[in-house]
Each structure stands twice: as structure tokens, then as C-alpha cells.
Nanobody, 115 residues
Framework: QVQLVESGGGLVQAGGSLRLSCAAS????????NAWYRQAAGKQRELVAA???????NYADSVKGRFTISRDSAKNTVYLQMNSLKPEDTAVYYC?????????WGQGTQVTVSS
């Protein structure tokens, strides 16, 4: 089993920055990749950014150049640095981890960007 706990969400003005953290515990050695998803009110959950065990990353077109996903293996933590935030970035952000047999999800953290 893997447990994921997000932190770092909050309210920020447009143009501001936030850093989300996702701390993993449990059988983390089985994990293949990590990602951040978000779900805005009335919309489907979407992939924001992902990072593999080899360090390869990919981003949604809407956040390229503004968001950066990274991982600190020593701390078992994945980060999402979000810069130049826009009102359309407002959503609940979820941490995800892919194991060999199943996916794991955090409880979500709210990010609200005011105009």
C-alpha cells in the first residue's frame, strides 16, 4: 500500500506562485511514476504533469512553461511548482502514483487563483 498526502494549496492572485507537495509513504519502491492531476468544478479530471522513475517529464499544453514537476527521492516527495498562475488554473489538485498493479491518489488540495 502507498499513502499520498498533498499540501501547499491555497488562494493566490493571478500572476502569483504556489508550490504543491505530495509526500509518499508505504511501499514506494514499487512506484513507476508520479503525476499531478486537477479537476475544476463541473469538469473532468485532467493530467497536469507527470514524472517517471527515470526523470522524464511531460506537461499539459496549458501549463507548459509555467509549471514544473520534480521529485526528491530522499524525502519521498513530489513537487509541483506553479508560476504565473491564471484564474483558469483554479481546481482541486490531486497527487497520483502508478504502481505495478494499481493507481494511488491523494485526497486533493484546493488551488484558487483570483483575477
Amino acid at each position: 500500500q502507498v499513502q499520498l498526502v498533498e499540501s501547499g494549496g491555497g488562494l493566490v492572485q493571478a500572476g502569483g506562485s504556489l508550490r504543491l507537495s505530495c509526500a509518499a509513504s508505504g511501499s514506494i519502491f514499487r512506484l513507476r511514476s508520479n503525476a499531478w492531476y486537477r479537476q475544476a468544478a463541473g469538469k473532468q479530471r485532467e493530467l497536469v504533469a507527470a514524472i517517471t522513475n527515470t526523470g522524464s517529464t511531460n506537461y499539459a499544453d496549458s501549463v507548459k512553461g509555467r509549471f514544473t514537476i520534480s521529485r526528491d527521492s530522499a524525502k519521498n516527495t513530489v513537487y509541483l511548482q506553479m508560476n504565473s498562475l491564471k484564474p483558469e488554473d483554479t481546481a482541486v489538485y490531486y497527487c497520483n502514483a502508478e504502481g505495478a498493479l494499481r493507481s494511488y491518489w491523494g485526497q486533493g488540495t484546493q488551488v484558487t487563483v483570483s483575477s
